[in-house]
């Protein structure tokens, strides 16, 4: 895994601009779903190391991401 400046990886010229392969093709739904889950891990890995505010900005975006899923179930 290449990395750049910031952290960033950096990409083929080969790579899918929208990163379709790497996340997914689906479409909100997964990639709500997908962030949830990887939201709540990280959240975990955060609090074991101590670092409080960015386990609770990734708590919140965990919050956000299974509202929004409530919100759109409830509307089908």
Do not use: C
């Not at 990639?31 to 889950?37: K, L, Q, R, S, T």
Request: charged fraction near 30%; charge should be positive; hydrophobic fraction near 35%.
């Amino acid at each position: 895994m290449g990395k750049i400046a910031g952290g960033r990886r950096s990409r083929s010229s080969g790579d899918d601009p929208a990163g379709s392969d790497l996340y997914g093709s689906g479409g909100p739904d997964e990639a709500v779903a997908f962030i949830a889950e990887t939201s709540r891990e990280l959240s975990k890995i955060a609090e074991r190391h101590g670092l409080e505010t960015l386990r609770h900005l990734l708590d919140m975006t965990q919050l956000e991401a299974a509202q929004w899923l409530r919100n759109k179930r409830r509307l089908s």
